[in-house]
C-alpha cells in the first residue's frame, strides 16, 4: 500500500508526518492476505501443505474453494494459485468494492466471486450462501474443501435458519450494533439463527475433508467468533443467545420469528449447533494465518526502524470508544509532559476494537469516535498526535477508516466554528474531521485485523 494514501492535514504538516503513514503502511503490507495464504499453503508435487497437516491429493477426486469475508477475493486467488490444475471450481463472498481486478482475473471462470453487504445483511449474501450450500451438499469423502475465512464474513456469508427471514436478520444485526453488543455476543446470536455458521459450513461439507484458513478479526482471535466460526464448534447454546437479548433489553424490539427459535431451542426442541467432539468435525483443520498482532508487531518494527522508541502497548483494547480515546490520550499526555512509560520521540502501538453505543444520529465510526474523544486532553499534550484506523480501510458506514487528531486539533477546529463537544454527543465524528481534512482514506485495503492506534509523541 502506498504511504501517502494515509496522509491528512495534519500529517502532511509534521516533519515526521510521513514517517507515521510509513508505519501504517506496513502494518497493512504486514496483514496482506493473498501473502498470509501462501505462508501456511504450499503444494509440492501431489502433497498439499497446510501448517503443520499434509494431504495427498492423490486422495481427492475434487478441490474445492469457498471463501467468505472482506479479504474473501486475495485469498482465494493465491489458494487457487497453489493448487493449480487441480481446483475444481468454487464460490467467494465479498464486500461489495473489496476486490481487486487482479484477483478476479486468477479466479474466473472456476471459482464464482459474489459481493454482498455489510455489516448488515443482504439479499446478495444470501445468495451466495444458497450457492456454497448448493455446492458443499454433494460433496463426499473424496473431496477436499479449502474454506477462506475472514473478518465481515458473518454479515456476507448468509444462510437463514428455517423460519426465519433476510428482513428478521436485518433488523436485529442493526440494533445489536446500536446498542453497543460486542462482536462475540453480536456473533453468538448469528450462530443460532444461521445453517452456515457455528460449524453449519462443515457439517454440510461433511465428509468432506476441510482446511480452513482464517484471517482474524477478532480480539485474542477465538475460532468460534471470527465470521461466526461456520467450521469450528460452538461452545454457546440457544440460551446464550436469550441472555444477550435480555442484558441489552432488546427483547421487545427483536422479531417474533427469532425469539420463537430461540426460545424453543433452548427448550430443546431444536438441534443445537455442532459441539467440540461431533463427528461432523472431525475432519476439519482450523489455522490462524493472520491477526491484529502480527500486524501491530510490524508496525513496532517500523516505527524502530524509523528512530522512534517503541512499545507495544496490548492487542486486547477493546471498550467503548470514547473512554478508550480519553485513556489514550492520558498515555500520550504523559509521555509529552514526562517522557513515561517511554521517552520521546515514542511511538506506542495498541490493537483491538472498541464499540459505539449510538446516542445521536450522526454519521462516524468507532475509530472517528475514538479520536474525537481524545481530542480535547491531547490539547495539553505538546508534540502528541493519536491515529485510528479500520485495518480494512472502512470505519464504520464510512469512507474513512478512522482519523488523525494531535495538539492542535481543537485549536483548528475552533477557527472553522467546530465543536468537539457536541459533535461527540451526536456521534458525528465523520463531518468534524472531514472539516479538517483529518480523515484517513485509504480505500478498501483487502485485509482486516481489527484496529490499530498509534500514539506519537516526539
Same mark, same amino acid.
Given at each position: 500500500?502506498?504511504?501517502?494514501?494515509?496522509?491528512?492535514?495534519?500529517?502532511?504538516?509534521?516533519?515526521?508526518?510521513?514517517?507515521?503513514?510509513?508505519?501504517?503502511?506496513?502494518?497493512?503490507?504486514?496483514?496482506?492476505?493473498? *501473502?498470509?495464504?501462501?505462508?501456511? $499453503? %504450499?503444494?509440492?508435487? !501431489?502433497?498439499?501443505? +497446510? @501448517?503443520?497437516?499434509?494431504? /495427498?491429493? =492423490?486422495?481427492?477426486?475434487?478441490?474445492?474453494?469457498?471463501?467468505?469475508?472482506?479479504?474473501?477475493?486475495?485469498?482465494?486467488a493465491a489458494a487457487a494459485g497453489i493448487i493449480g490444475e487441480?481446483?475444481?471450481?468454487?464460490?467467494?463472498?465479498?464486500?461489495?468494492?473489496?476486490?481487486? *481486478?487482479?484477483?478476479?482475473?486468477? $479466479? %474466473?471462470?472456476?471459482? !464464482?466471486?459474489?459481493? +454482498? @453487504?455489510?455489516?448488515?445483511? /443482504?439479499? =446478495?449474501?444470501?445468495?451466495?450462501?444458497?450457492?456454497?450450500?448448493?455446492?458443499?451438499?454433494?460433496?463426499?469423502?473424496?473431496?477436499?474443501?479449502?474454506?477462506?475465512?475472514?473478518?465481515?464474513?458473518?454479515?456476507?456469508?448468509?444462510?437463514?435458519?428455517?423460519?426465519?427471514?433476510?428482513?428478521?436478520?436485518?433488523?436485529?444485526?442493526?440494533?445489536?450494533?446500536?446498542?453497543?453488543?460486542?462482536?462475540?455476543?453480536?456473533?453468538?446470536? =448469528?450462530?443460532?439463527?444461521?445453517?452456515?455458521?457455528?460449524?453449519?459450513?462443515?457439517?454440510?461439507?461433511?465428509?468432506?475433508?476441510?482446511?480452513?484458513?482464517?484471517?482474524?478479526?477478532?480480539?485474542?482471535?477465538?475460532?468460534?467468533?471470527?465470521?461466526?466460526?461456520?467450521?469450528?464448534?460452538?461452545?454457546?447454546?440457544?440460551?446464550?443467545?436469550?441472555?444477550?437479548?435480555?442484558?441489552?433489553?432488546?427483547?421487545?424490539?427483536?422479531?417474533?420469528?427469532?425469539?420463537?427459535?430461540?426460545?424453543?431451542?433452548?427448550?430443546?426442541?431444536?438441534?443445537?449447533?455442532?459441539?467440540?467432539?461431533?463427528?461432523?468435525?472431525?475432519?476439519?483443520?482450523?489455522?490462524?494465518?493472520?491477526?491484529?498482532?502480527?500486524?501491530?508487531?510490524?508496525?513496532?518494527?517500523?516505527?524502530?526502524?524509523?528512530?522512534?522508541?517503541?512499545?507495544?502497548?496490548?492487542?486486547?483494547?477493546?471498550?467503548?470508544a470514547r473512554v478508550v480515546g480519553r485513556v489514550l490520550a492520558?498515555?500520550?499526555?504523559?509521555?509529552?509532559?514526562?517522557?513515561?512509560?517511554?521517552?520521546?520521540?515514542?511511538?506506542?502501538?495498541?490493537?483491538?476494537?472498541?464499540?459505539?453505543?449510538?446516542?445521536?444520529?450522526?454519521?462516524?465510526?468507532?475509530?472517528?469516535?475514538?479520536?474525537?474523544?481524545?481530542?480535547?486532553?491531547?490539547?495539553?499534550?505538546?508534540?502528541?498526535?493519536?491515529?485510528?484506523?479500520?485495518?480494512?480501510?472502512?470505519?464504520?458506514?464510512?469512507?474513512?477508516a478512522g482519523a488523525v487528531v494531535s495538539d492542535t486539533t481543537?485549536?483548528?477546529?475552533?477557527?472553522?466554528?467546530?465543536?468537539?463537544?457536541?459533535?461527540?454527543?451526536?456521534?458525528?465524528?465523520?463531518?468534524?474531521?472531514?472539516?479538517?481534512?483529518?480523515?484517513?482514506?485509504?480505500?478498501?485495503?483487502?485485509?482486516?485485523?481489527?484496529?490499530?492506534?498509534?500514539?506519537?509523541?516526539?
Open positions: 500500500m502506498n504511504p501517502e494514501s494515509f496522509l491528512t492535514a495534519t500529517l502532511r504538516a509534521l516533519p515526521h508526518g510521513a514517517a507515521v503513514t510509513r508505519i501504517l503502511a506496513a502494518a497493512i503490507a504486514a496483514v496482506e492476505p493473498g *501473502a498470509a495464504v501462501r505462508r501456511f $499453503l %504450499r503444494r509440492e508435487g !501431489e502433497y498439499l501443505h +497446510a @501448517g503443520d497437516a499434509v494431504y /495427498d491429493l =492423490r486422495s481427492f477426486d475434487r478441490i474445492w474453494i469457498v471463501g467468505a469475508g472482506k479479504a474473501g477475493a486475495p485469498m482465494a487441480r481446483l475444481t471450481g468454487g464460490v467467494a463472498v465479498v464486500k461489495e468494492g473489496h476486490i481487486a *481486478a487482479e484477483n478476479l482475473a486468477a $479466479l %474466473r471462470p472456476r471459482v !464464482e466471486v459474489i459481493e +454482498a @453487504g455489510h455489516p448488515i445483511p /443482504d439479499a =446478495r449474501g444470501v445468495s451466495a450462501g444458497e450457492r456454497i450450500a448448493d455446492l458443499l451438499r454433494h460433496t463426499t469423502e473424496r473431496d477436499l474443501v479449502l474454506a477462506l475465512i475472514s473478518g465481515g464474513g458473518s454479515a456476507l456469508l448468509t444462510r437463514p435458519a428455517p423460519g426465519i427471514t433476510l428482513d428478521d436478520l436485518q433488523r436485529l444485526t442493526g440494533s445489536l450494533l446500536a446498542c453497543g453488543a460486542s462482536i462475540n455476543e453480536i456473533n453468538t446470536l =448469528r450462530r443460532h439463527l444461521d445453517t452456515l455458521k457455528g460449524g453449519g459450513l462443515a457439517r454440510l461439507a461433511a465428509p468432506a475433508a476441510v482446511v480452513t484458513l482464517i484471517l482474524s478479526d477478532v480480539v485474542g482471535d477465538p475460532f468460534d467468533v471470527i465470521a461466526s466460526g461456520p467450521t469450528v464448534a460452538d461452545p454457546t447454546t440457544f440460551a446464550d443467545a436469550l441472555g444477550i437479548l435480555e442484558r441489552y433489553d432488546l427483547t421487545r424490539q427483536t422479531p417474533a420469528a427469532i425469539l420463537d427459535r430461540l426460545q424453543r431451542g433452548a427448550c430443546g426442541e431444536i438441534a443445537e449447533t455442532p459441539k467440540p467432539g461431533d463427528p461432523a468435525l472431525a475432519r476439519v483443520h482450523n489455522l490462524i494465518i493472520g491477526s491484529n498482532r502480527l500486524a501491530a508487531e510490524a508496525a513496532l518494527a517500523a516505527a524502530r526502524d524509523e528512530g522512534f522508541n517503541t512499545l507495544l502497548l496490548t492487542t486486547f483494547l477493546q471498550g467503548e492520558a498515555i500520550a499526555r504523559e509521555i509529552a509532559l514526562s517522557n513515561h512509560p517511554i521517552r520521546r520521540p515514542a511511538c506506542v502501538i495498541a490493537g483491538g476494537e472498541t464499540t459505539v453505543t449510538l446516542r445521536g444520529d450522526g454519521r462516524g465510526g468507532r475509530n472517528q469516535e475514538l479520536a474525537l474523544a481524545a481530542a480535547a486532553d491531547l490539547a495539553s499534550a505538546p508534540g502528541a498526535l493519536l491515529v485510528a484506523l479500520a485495518t480494512d480501510g472502512g470505519d464504520g458506514p464510512t469512507d474513512a481543537i485549536q483548528r477546529a475552533a477557527a472553522l466554528g467546530l465543536d468537539a463537544t457536541a459533535a461527540l454527543a451526536r456521534n458525528d465524528s465523520y463531518p468534524f474531521f472531514d472539516a479538517l481534512g483529518d480523515l484517513l482514506r485509504p480505500g478498501p485495503t483487502q485485509t482486516n485485523v481489527n484496529d490499530l492506534a498509534l500514539i506519537v509523541a516526539v
